[in-house]
């Protein structure tokens, strides 16, 4: 499937397969391995590894919508202001869901795809988007639902609380490494796909060194002055 297809069949809502996609979310955050081998029984019968839909794109956009409509409700801002923050997260959820997509659809098949194969036996961009929708599904269940449990707590300036959240944001973006290398890790053309997990050491010594420093790791772009007032 083309992304053009992909993108157009969006705003077909009858003929996508929601109870699939609810399927795969539930599944990835009780037994990821057990979608991925769903996935490897999907390329035996689409002859692609890619989601047949974007069904689940639309779950994670929700999911969005939500999260943020719970912060900013927390923080009291007016109407139109939400639409404003809305709109903005969104569009800034794409551009990173498709710059990071395009750096591991990138280094996957530069430096990790078996040597002597054919050139058109690759990564599928579409299904590097996926594994990206994949793993943030996680990160955002850890990273800004957990969080937001515990707001009172984590916004009382206190180094604990820093430690606190800090630990929240290594913990989500280790679900995602670990969700990504298994979606890659499936694919038998490539090797050495344990090197994404490798990633950790980095934003370890990131979270390591940001809390010393008595500093937040990463903060939302669209929350950050509604966290500083």
Known sequence: MSV????????????????????QAFNLCLSPSRVYRNTKYHR?????????????LLIILYLVVLIDLAYLVCFQVAFFSILGYLLVD???????SCLLTFAFWLFCNRFLRLPGRAADIQVEWLYAFDVHCNGFLLFALVNYVLRYVFLPFMYNKSWIALFFSNTLYFAST???LYITFLGYDILPFLRRTHYLLYLVLPIAVWFLSFTLAGR???SR?????????
């Not at 969104?90 to 990173?96: S, T």
């Not at 772009?221 to 007032?229: G, H, Q, R, T, Y």
């Open 4 to 23: 053009w297809e992909y993108t157009r069949r969006v705003f077909r809502l009858g003929e996508l397969d929601f109870d699939y996609a609810f399927w």
């Open 44 to 56: 035996q019968t689409k002859n692609q590894w890619a989601r047949d839909d974007p069904a689940f």
């Open 90 to 96: 969104v569009i800034y959820f794409l551009f990173v």
């Open 174 to 176: 280790c679900y995602y």
């Open 216 to 218: 937040e790791c990463w």
């Open 221 to 229: 772009p669209s929350f950050v002055s509604l966290i500083d007032d």
